[in-house]
């Protein structure tokens, strides 16, 4: 198991998602804040996880200027921040659908920054068991044993990379 496959995966089940929701009834609240619910709580875990697991060891095998791991925490912060927005609005409003539809966007340009950049820099520095020993650590931090305990705060780029590095 390698942790750049599952952070794949987690963005492949993220984009089928917010698709599930384009064949949503708009009027069928019930089920669009039921498909909603799971996905921003998908979303903030998959964060948080990633900022407990992989963005700590990033930093210390391929990112020593901090810049890319910056760069994510910020993202990350621009994703809890739209997902907050979508739980201030009533689930099916014009305010809710335009704090969704953020939140993609970000999430979307976010995932592509990570694939094309984070991960691949990942692979090339990190050692076979090194992506094995966090596969298991992220797989654990999601489970809902474990997801409590994550920090799904928004959080300052520069503390964050000062505290990890
Ligand atoms: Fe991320
Ligand atoms: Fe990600």
């Known amino acids: 198991m390698d942790i750049t496959d599952l952070i794949l995966a987690d963005h492949h089940r993220q984009r089928l998602a917010f698709a599930v929701l384009d064949d949503v009834d708009p009027s069928d609240t019930e089920r669009l804040g039921a498909l909603w619910g799971d996905l921003a709580q998908f979303l903030e875990v998959h964060a948080a996880a990633e900022e407990a697991v992989f963005y700590p060891e990033l930093l210390r095998l391929a990112d020593e200027g901090g810049e890319e791991t910056r ?42 920054e990570e694939e094309d950049d984070g991960l691949p820099d990942f692979r090339r520095h990190a050692s076979a ?27 300052d780029p520069d503390q964050y990379v000062e505290e990890h590095s």
């Not at 910020?74 to 689930?91: C, L, P, S, T, Y």
């Not at 298991?136 to 705060?153: C, G, I, N, R, S």
């Open 129 to 155: 068991q090194l992506r094995n020993d966090l596969a298991v650590a992220f797989e654990t931090a999601k489970t809902t044993a474990a997801a409590p305990q994550l920090d799904t705060d928004v959080k």
């Open 71 to 112: 760069d994510a925490i910020g993202d990350h912060n621009e994703i809890r921040e739209a997902v907050e927005k979508a739980a201030a609005a009533e689930v099916g409003s014009r305010d809710w659908w335009d704090a969704v539809k953020a939140a993609r966007s970000a999430n979307t340009e976010h995932m592509g």
